[in-house]
Each structure stands twice: as structure tokens, then as C-alpha cells.
């Protein structure tokens, strides 16, 4: 729409001008400024403009063309909003689909497999997924990856709480260490193990400190990704392209550490070895290898993302917790060093949640020991009701929400209202015996305001998934589906339907705003109600 609007003025102007929506509804739909082209054409600014507007007064696109301000205002036509509404009901799921955009390799979640996934991590895979959702939807290619923490000291701790956890199951002497994973899911774990291996393989009784059995280890570790798969496809979080194991690419850290040390990123210093990441914005530099001989983590993501760059994708984003802040800078130093373009990687981060059950905190979970689970807070509100209370903020902001609200069923839920401007559209054409593509013969006639600002709202919806794309925000359309319910309600509250003149119009408008409200939480991830 806005193409073909901004395309009339190409021709007048000699170029395709930026249009903008005036805050005040009453001056129309776009604005174009016009200052820059009656200067370029040296020519007094309101002069210019009303030429513009007899220029433009004949086209069958545009009701209304004046001049305001500064600005040259358009009132799209009936006709026109009418061929874009048949758009919305022809192409149903299809709407506003692109193709042929840029090649995105996404990472998120990588939860370290030590456990089941906790409220923390939900947020950012519910993020991700969306981000991915309409990504996709508008034409990019995203390609979704989970990086598999599996080399670090933190699966050699599993595997020994695992196996400390069977012994004292099979009553035999456990000397616990002071770092080891707690919980219920570890007793678990421990009873499937002994049925896996035997009693006997947990006789023998073991130096926590030099513990390392890597196959159960990497048996407890496959264990704990089956529990993650599980929690992601609880919370609707479509299943990622790619799982990439850390223990893997360890391979090629001889590979890896020979660019560095060609391209002088590298150097000794009290027996380890440095990356000299200060170079490039970090405030230090860091330890790639220890004293030991052994990589650090950071030269497992130093291999990972010359993994990623290898595969030439035209962007690349991660989605970090909060905390992972200060390693922004060392990491985009190293993929430097590597010879690879830094600004191709987009960081986003996602800040923790707190979380409240009637005013107060929400109980953790007995089967995770110390922090609050995905599955727990799914049962207690659902999956919907739960990804869109995380997409209703940017994600690097603090979120606090009580799940007693989520329940409640008015417009103090917006998940509730949306919910239920879809149902009471769907309900009328139930009633009716219609479908919503039924109306697409009807043709928009003289439409009110009120009619024409209601189908306007939601045909700016390609406009919405853009925006929340490229700005990686994807609350922006759960903000828009909440003010296009508020619209809808409004005017449903204030204009009559069944029975009124106006009838199949009016019908057509309604089904226009419930296929986008449809469309808009699929791309949410959430699924619109029907009947409520």
C-alpha cells in the first residue's frame, strides 16, 4: 500500500518520497513533507504544495489531497482500502509474505544440557522464536541454531552428580562435593542411570575432584537435551534447523588458534595464553588458554563463531542473557582476529524475569531445587498466555508479571482482549453461517471514519512485522494487535452490525481485523481463539 501511495509521487517529484501517518487521524492517513522538493525546485513552499495537490486530486487511489503544514496529506479512497481488504481475505495466512531478503543464521537459547529449562531461559526462546516467526513470514531466510554447551567442566559435573545421586539411591556412602547439580530431576536421572548401567557400575566409590566418565557423562548430557527438546516444544517454540555440540568443533581449535596466531592476535604471558582483545573495544585482554594447556570457554565461541562465519550467511544473531553483557566486546575481537567482518553479528540480550503468584514470588520448583521452571509456569497459565506476557517489552528490559492476572479474563488481559475481539468476530459469522472470505465481493461504499480508520489500522500490519523485524522488537506487533482489538471493540460497541444499512461492509471490515489479529499471533506463536 504505502508503495503505491509514494509511487504517485515519483513523478512529480522525481523521486519516491518517505510517508509518515499524522498522530491526528483527522488529516488523513500519509503525509509527505514538502519543504526539501518545493526548495529543489525553488519554488514557495505553499505554492509547490498546491500544485502537488491538484496533481494529485484525480487519483482514483486518494478521496482527499490538501495541503497542511508543510506537508502534503492523503485520504486513501474506498476503493483503494477495498483492494488491499480483499488481499488480506484472498491470501489468508499468506498476507504480507516476502522473499528474497537476506540469509540470517539465528542462536538462541544454547542452555547449558545440565538441566531442564527455567523461566529465565523461556524468555529468550520465546523472543527468538518470534523474531524467527516473522523474520521468515517477510521474506527472510533465518536459519535457527542451539549451540550445545556439551565440553565444559559443567557436563563432567552432571555426570558425577548423577552417579553420587545412584549411589545414595543404592544406600552405599555419598561424600558430596561442595559444587554439584541439586534437584529432583538429578534423582531421576540417577534412577533411569542405574537401570541403564547396572548397580554395579556405581560400587566403586569415586574422587569427586578427579571424576570424569565421559560416557556417562555424555549419557546424562543427551538425557538432559531430550528434557530441553521437551520444555521447547511445550512453550510452541518452533524446532531449530541446527543443533551444533561444542565437543565437536573442539576439533578444530589447532585450526582455529593458528588464524589467531597469524594474524598476531595471540601472545604469552605467566604461562597462558592471551587474546589481545583490548584491541578492540574490550577492557581487557583475555585467557584463551590456561595454564594447563586447556582452552578456556571463550575459545569454544572463538571456534563457534569461525564455525558460523565459514557458512557465509549475511547476518548473524545471538540472543545472550543479560548477564552475558561484558562478553559482547571479546568475542566481536576475536571473530576480528579471524578476518571476518564483526558487524555482520548482532548481540541482543534478554534480561531475567521475576515472577509473583498473588503478589508473591513464585514458589521454585522442588524438582529443579533453586530456580522457577518453563513446564511449571505452562501448567499454571498455558503456553500462550506466557509467551505473549514476554513479548509485551523489549527484552533487554526487566519483567516483572504476576500469573494470577494472566488468568483473569477482561481487558486488564491483553492477552484475554485480543483473544476475545477474534472470538466475538468469529461468533458473528457463526451466527451468520458465514466464512470471512464470503464477504470478498462486497465493495467498500461510502465507509465513516470510524470504518475507514478501523480498516486502515489493519491494513498497516505488513508495515507492523517490518518494523518489529528489523528493529528486532517484537513486542511492536503485540503492542499493534492490542490497539487494533481496542479499535475493533470500540467500534463494534458503537456501531451496530447485524440488522444495521451497513451491513456487509461492516462485515467486511470485521473479517479483515479478524484474519490480521489471526495471522498477527501466529506469528506470535500463539494461537487465536475461536470461542470464548
Avoid at 169 to 194: F, H, N, Q, S, T
Avoid at 331 to 340: C, D, E, N, R, S
Avoid at 370 to 387: E, H, M, Q, T
Avoid at 415 to 442: C, G, P
Amino acid at each position: 500500500m504505502k508503495q503505491k501511495v509514494a509511487g504517485k509521487f515519483k513523478d512529480h517529484l522525481g523521486e519516491i518520497p518517505p510517508l509518515s501517518k499524522p498522530k491526528n487521524k483527522d488529516f488523513g492517513h500519509f503525509a509527505v513533507p514538502i519543504f526539501k522538493y518545493a526548495k529543489m525546485n525553488k519554488q514557495n513552499p505553499q505554492e509547490f504544495a498546491a500544485a502537488l495537490c491538484d496533481a494529485l486530486g484525480n487519483c482514483e487511489e486518494f478521496e482527499k489531497v490538501e495541503a497542511v503544514s508543510g506537508f502534503v496529506n492523503i485520504t486513501l479512497s474506498d476503493s483503494f482500502l477495498n483492494e488491499f481488504a480483499n488481499k488480506v481475505l484472498s491470501e489468508k495466512e499468506n498476507f504480507a509474505k516476502g522473499s528474497g531478503k537476506e540469509r540470517i543464521l539465528l542462536e538462541y537459547i544454547s542452555a547449558n544440557p545440565t538441566g531442564p529449562l527455567h523461566i529465565g531461559h523461556a524468555r529468550g526462546a520465546v523472543f527468538g522464536d518470534a523474531i524467527a516467526r516473522i523474520g521468515r513470514h517477510i521474506g527472510y531466510d533465518v536459519v535457527t541454531e542451539y549451540y550445545v554447551n556439551d565440553a565444559g567442566r559443567q557436563i563432567t559435573l552432571l555426570g558425577l552428580s548423577v552417579y553420587l545421586a545412584a549411589r545414595e539411591i543404592l544406600g552405599l556412602d555419598v561424600k558430596w562435593p561442595e559444587e554439584y547439580y541439586r534437584g529432583e530431576y538429578i534423582k531421576d536421572l540417577a534412577v533411569e542411570a542405574i537401570k541403564e548401567f547396572g548397580e554395579d557400575y556405581f560400587k566403586a566409590e569415586i574422587d569427586a575432584e578427579n571424576f570424569n566418565d565421559d560416557k556417562l557423562n555424555m549419557w546424562a548430557k543427551d538425557k538432559m537435551l531430550n528434557l530441553i527438546k521437551e520444555d521447547i516444544k511445550v512453550l510452541n517454540v518452533t524446532p531449530f534447523d541446527n543443533w551444533v555440540s561444542e565437543k565437536e568443533l573442539y576439533k578444530h581449535w589447532d585450526e582455529v588458534r593458528a588464524i589467531l596466531e597469524k594474524n598476531g592476535a595471540l601472545y604469552e604471558k605467566d604461562g597462558k595464553v592471551w587474546l589481545k582483545s583490548s584491541e578492540y573495544k574490550d577492557e581487557k585482554d583475555r585467557v584463551v588458554v590456561r595454564e594447563d594447556g586447556r582452552p578456556t570457554y571463550l575459545a569454544g565461541d572463538i571456534i563457534y563463531h569461525w564455525d558460523k562465519f565459514k557458512r557465509n550467511y549475511d547476518r548473524y544473531i545471538n540472543i545472550w542473557g543479560a548477564d552475558h553483557h561484558g562478553y559482547i566486546a571479546r568475542v566481536k575481537a576475536a571473530i576480528k582476529f579471524l578476518g571476518f567482518d564483526p558487524e555482520r553479528l548482532e548481540i541482543l540480550l534478554s534480561q531475567m524475569v521475576k515472577l509473583l503468584k498473588g503478589g508473591e514470588p513464585y514458589k521454585m520448583s522442588k524438582r529443579a531445587g533453586n530456580f522457577i521452571l518453563v513446564s511449571d509456569v505452562v501448567k499454571d497459565v498455558g503456553a500462550d498466555a506466557l509467551r505473549f506476557v514476554f513479548l509485551t517489552k523489549k527484552a533487554d528490559t526487566h519483567l516483572e508479571f504476576d500469573v494470577d492476572e494472566l488468568n483473569r479474563q477482561d481487558s486488564s488481559n491483553p492477552a484475554y482482549y485480543i483473544n476475545y475481539a477474534h472470538a466475538r468476530i468469529k461468533s458473528i459469522f457463526r451466527n451468520k453461517e458465514m466464512n470471512l472470505e464470503d464477504t470478498a465481493n462486497t465493495e467498500f461504499k461510502d465507509l465513516s471514519k470510524d470504518e475507514k480508520d478501523l480498516v486502515f489500522l489493519a491494513l498497516q500490519f505488513p508495515y507492523v512485522l517490518e518494523d518489529a523485524f528489523t528493529n528486532r522488537e517484537p513486542h511492536r506487533l503485540t503492542n499493534y494487535l492490542y490497539e487494533l482489538a481496542s479499535e475493533f471493540h470500540s467500534f463494534y460497541n458503537k456501531n451496530k452490525v447485524i440488522g444495521s444499512e451497513k451491513e456487509e461492509v461492516r462485515l467486511k471490515i470485521l473479517a479483515v481485523v479478524a484474519s490480521i489479529i489471526k495471522l498477527g499471533l501466529s506469528l506470535l506463536g500463539i494461537e487465536a481463539k475461536e470461542r470464548m
